[in-house]
């Protein structure tokens, strides 16, 4: 897409010089040097020689377009506004939340018994717990919990609390859900219904007892106990999880909610009996969906869908003493935040200039259009240095971020009640089969059709790495030296296709509509470069780039009903397993609906599992390593991008650092910040 829209844009440029030149002015000689000129002339009958001097030329002064002064006006030390503009939440409920926007919400919200001290990531400090202790197994873990705190709705936390919020998300689970990390931790099982089936030794959830279910319930509550006489909350693990402090810093495994409440307005009783009637919920059928009540430094507000979030300070935060020094306390300097979401970027750019947005979202291709403004430049080591003096903008770049976005393809795609995005769902050229990404050399074909140092170039502004598989640069599992095995070749990318499906995608091409979250600019010229790539090699080749709001595509991918789609992963814990799990176990979150063939599946589930089981690096590296090679060779995915994170904020925003955990960098943890006036 790239080259030939360059060569439309020069044609283009050179249409425009033509038609000036052919109306312009005649152009005035530019004399180059001061040089004297003699010639003859007649005057009045005779022959004379004259002289004259002519003087060079002045060279112009050069000039430069003066950038416009932007003074963004500071409307309220009150509140901190951000404009966010690839998506909002599927719901507020952390049991169920399994994705950025939501979880960036909730962890204002909500807390757990640990938090991240400042901006490390292997580093812990109590929240609702005091201090712990876990034994030599590494399989107990024992927290003694806070006394003294509130939450929202005036109930007080005791350690019945805590045990009842993580029973019941394990029980609630939900398809796609986080719980899978949770579950294995517990069980050694990825789903609760995978527990239930065990207990029962039956092959279908259907088929379990209520007995059965009954006792599932009780396994869960002897994995997760509290002693409220004591104090303590006690989880036994199925075995040694070096992650289990982190996985505890996520809402969905860690945010505390008060039990008695919950009951009270229609949530699970507790009771093993009844379990099922909370299970597997859609979004909205919890009662946290829009409605929250956590023990964390701010409050809900209200949500308006579509709109914005508002969350306001609890000037009753039970916080006494920072979690670290120089840390916060007391209640929030912030007392008022909003979330809105704006899709459009210029909208977005105006209420920055203007000072109705503290933050805003800056997709990588328009990053150029600030840096002139920075008026202070930070790094990830800490330093900063000054930039315009009459810029407006504090610009922290160069953040590493645990994030990777490919092109997932379906390999086995859902077509019940009709499927609007496979078209004719035949190989007729006006659709494709449910299987059409089964056959390798479509799924190799579709990554030699993707410009890599396009997207890098164009879609990242330079600021990024071509992927090289599930696992990311610098954590174990990454092959150290070597390039990435596709690379962008129109040739190859013909051969393969050529020989898919016995020939017949070369010879009727193709229909399928590829989805991207609005608003994601990023996402969407990735999306384009695939299309572009695909449709200059034949041209009965159609690819629909489609946007879909971001609660929409979640729904529609855990139906399993996109054929392709741009996402990516922000990863729970700083593991391998936590990026190889995800992408390719049959029952992580996004290989569930990858739908690999079983005898492919079980060879990458077999893999994950043993890595997972040792704890030596020297025997999980060389497996993770298996595992990444083998994800390249069989294209599961085209491996698209790691990007370079940047946050940028008015001046006035102080005490913000970044920890590259957080959901959210712009909204995660508000509560240690400050808003000063210039």
């Known amino acids: 897409m790239f080259g030939r829209k360059r060569s439309v844009i020069l044609v283009s440029v050179m249409t425009v010089l033509t038609l000036l030149t052919a109306c312009a002015q005649p152009t005035p000689e530019v004399i180059e040097k001061t040089v004297v000129i003699t010639k003859e002339v007649v005057k009045e009958g005779e022959t004379v020689v004259e002289t004259a001097v002519v003087t060079a030329t002045p060279e112009p002064e050069p000039t430069e377009e003066p950038l416009s002064r932007i003074s963004p006006d500071f409307k309220s030390e009150d509140t901190y506004m951000v404009v966010t503009g690839a998506g909002e939440p599927e719901t507020l409920d952390p049991a169920w939340t399994y994705e950025t926007a939501g979880g960036g919400v909730e962890n204002n919200l909500y807390e757990s018994l640990v938090w991240f001290k400042k901006d490390q990531t292997e580093a812990f400090v109590p929240m609702l717990a005091t201090?712990?202790?876990?034994?030599?197994?590494?399989?107990?873990?024992?927290?003694?919990?806070?006394?003294?705190?509130?939450?929202?709705?005036?109930?007080?936390?005791?350690?019945?609390?805590?045990?009842?919020?993580?029973?019941?998300?394990?029980?609630?689970?939900?398809?796609?859900?986080?719980?899978?990390m949770t579950l294995e931790a517990f069980f050694g099982l990825y789903t609760i219904k995978d527990l239930a089936t065990s207990i029962s030794d039956v092959e279908s959830f259907e088929d379990v007892s209520d007995a059965d279910l009954v006792e599932t319930c009780e396994r869960v509550k002897d994995a997760v106990s509290a002693d409220d006489e004591a104090g303590t909350v006690t989880y036994q693990l199925h075995r040694a999880t070096p992650w289990f402090l982190a996985m505890l810093t996520n809402s969905f495994m860690g945010a505390v909610v008060d039990r008695e409440w919950m009951v009270e307005n229609g949530a699970w009783d507790g009771d093993c009996a009844t379990w099922m009637a909370w299970h597997d919920p859609a979004p909205e059928d919890t009662i946290l969906f829009n409605r929250a009540n956590g023990t964390g430094p701010y409050m809900l507000d209200q949500w308006t869908p579509g709109e914005e979030i508002v969350l306001v300070a609890n000037n009753d935060y039970w916080r006494e003493e920072p979690p670290w020094e120089g840390g916060p306390s007391g209640p929030p300097r912030i007392q008022r935040v909003v979330i809105r979401n704006v899709n459009e970027w210029g909208t977005r750019l105006a209420m920055f200039e203007a000072g109705d947005a503290d933050w805003i979202y800056v997709p990588e291709q328009y990053r150029p259009q600030l840096e002139p403004y920075f008026e202070t430049i930070c790094y990830p080591d800490g330093h900063c240095e000054e930039g315009n003096p009459e810029g407006y903008i504090q610009v922290h770049r160069d953040l590493p971020r645990p994030v990777m976005t490919p092109a997932q393809m379906n390999w086995n795609i859902n077509t019940e009640g009709g499927n609007p995005f496979i078209g004719s769902g035949e190989l007729d050229g006006n659709g494709i089969p449910p299987d059409f990404f089964s056959d390798i050399h479509v799924r190799k074909g579709f990554?030699?059709?993707?410009?890599?140092?396009?997207?890098?170039?164009?879609?990242?502004?330079?600021?990024?790495?071509?992927?090289?598989?599930?696992?990311?640069?610098g954590m174990m599992g990454y092959l150290e030296g070597e390039d990435p095995l596709y690379s962008y070749d129109p040739a190859k990318c013909e051969e393969e296709l050529k020989q898919a499906w016995d020939g017949q995608v070369w010879e009727n091409g193709f229909y399928f509509q590829m989805a991207y979250n609005t608003g994601n600019a990023t996402r969407r010229l990735s999306s384009e470069i695939l299309k572009a790539g695909l449709e200059a090699i034949n041209p009965k080749f159609q690819v629909a780039v489609v946007s879909m709001p971001w609660p929409v595509l979640l729904s529609t991918r855990r139906q399993g009903k996109l054929p392709i789609y741009v996402g990516g992963w922000l990863e729970d814990f700083h593991d391998p397993h936590n990026w190889v799990h995800p992408f390719l176990h049959s029952q992580g979150a996004y290989g569930r609906v990858t739908n690999l063939p079983d005898d492919l599946a079980a060879e990458f589930d077999a893999m994950i599992e043993e890595a997972a089981s040792y704890t030596a690096v020297e025997k999980r590296r060389p497996i993770y390593e298996a595992i990444q090679r083998k994800a390249q060779e069989e294209a599961v995915n085209v491996w698209l991008y790691q990007n370079i994170a940047r946050h940028h904020f008015q001046t006035w925003i102080e005490d913000w650092y970044y920890n590259p955990a957080y959901s959210q960098g712009s909204y995660s943890y508000i509560y240690a910040w400050s808003k000063e006036a210039p």
């Open 447 to 473: 990554n030699y059709c993707f410009d890599f140092q396009a997207m890098i170039e164009e879609a990242l502004n330079g600021e990024g790495i071509q992927a090289q598989g599930p696992i990311i640069r």
């Open 131 to 180: 201090d712990w202790e876990v034994n030599e197994a590494g399989d107990v873990w024992t927290f003694n919990i806070r006394e003294g705190v509130s939450f929202h709705e005036g109930g007080t936390l005791e350690p019945h609390d805590v045990a009842y919020s993580l029973q019941r998300a394990l029980l609630q689970d939900r398809t796609d859900g986080p719980h899978w």
